[in-house]
């Protein structure tokens, strides 16, 4: 059924029609990504479906779940149509919404290329083994940049809002990339760093690294990168109005989890099923959000 609460005067100044098609495509994808965004006031929530159907789109081509021949190629189309909003050019109900997002929350244009930067990381030859710098580079354009659309949204003061987005988006990321060692592995990808690679005499190859002994201890070492990350975001969020990064405040809570259970797990067996805590530990974890005590 297509939502009919954009017919409120409060949303963003589009039509209802477009509003519903970019809903439509957050709803589509499945996430829990647009209960979340719920909390927000509705031209708020209208704009952080603009920035997810976008990420959305642009992670679909990069991934091949599209069928291109050339997803680089159509990447870079995405680059003048961003470039296009910013000269007032719109053409269809995606791009009007987030022209609207753009004019209101004053959103940067840098941020979406470095997005679509970031999806182009992941296009052509898999990632294996980036080094250090590489790799925060890829969690800065696919992670922290959203952030930093995000934040203005949010309405999280500056330069607060800046920072938040540079840790927290490093700590999903990180978070991300050790849940998912095995997953990407299959696909021939291993976003581990060739220095901690070389440390723990962990091959370069994805499907070799996987079983290696020392790769429980270089996971920690990310993992203790993610927590320090996560640690410097909640110390960001405690400085500024609590209800300008209550958003915030949910996905990190709901990725601590993830992070927590992973690290009792380990990585010895990377493919052994992940145990997050209970269903209702984590649903009062993410209520214990909603407080500045979080």
Not at 37 to 64: E, H, Q, S, T
């Amino acid at each position: 059924m297509v939502s009919t609460h954009h017919n409120v005067p409060q949303g963003l100044p589009c039509a209802p029609s477009d509003l519903n098609y970019v809903e439509e495509i957050v709803n589509r994808s499945g996430t829990s990504f647009g209960r979340g965004m719920k909390i927000l006031p509705p031209i708020k929530r209208d704009g952080m479906y603009a920035i997810y159907a976008f990420c959305r789109l642009v992670d679909d081509i990069a991934d091949g779940d599209i069928p291109l021949d050339d997803p680089a190629f159509v990447l870079e189309g995405w680059k003048e149509r961003i470039a296009a909003l910013y000269q007032g050019h719109t053409e269809d109900a995606l791009d009007r919404v987030l022209h609207a997002a753009i004019e209101q929350f004053g959103l940067q244009q840098d941020d979406f290329i470095a997005v679509i930067e970031g999806m182009k990381m992941d296009c052509g030859a898999p990632i294996i083994a980036p080094d250090e710098a590489t790799l925060d580079l890829y969690c800065d354009r696919v992670a922290s940049a959203v952030g930093r659309l995000s934040v203005r949204i949010f309405g999280t003061p500056e330069p607060e809002g800046d920072e938040l987005a540079y840790h927290l988006g490093r700590a999903l990321q990180l978070t991300n990339i050790l849940r998912d060692v095995a997953e990407d592995a299959s696909r021939g990808r291993l976003y581990l760093p060739a220095e901690l690679l070389q440390r723990y005499g962990v091959p370069a190859d994805p499907a070799e690294a996987l079983y290696a002994v020392g790769l429980d201890g270089l996971c920690r070492i990310i993992a203790g990168r993610a927590e320090d990350h996560f640690r410097k975001a909640y110390a960001v969020m405690a400085r500024c109005p609590a209800a300008t990064v209550r958003p915030a405040r949910i996905m990190a809570a709901s990725y601590r989890v993830t992070l927590a259970a992973l690290r009792r797990r380990g990585w010895s067996n990377p493919e052994a099923p992940l145990r997050v805590c209970s269903v209702w530990k984590k649903l009062s974890m993410l209520l214990a959000a909603f407080g500045v005590s979080l």
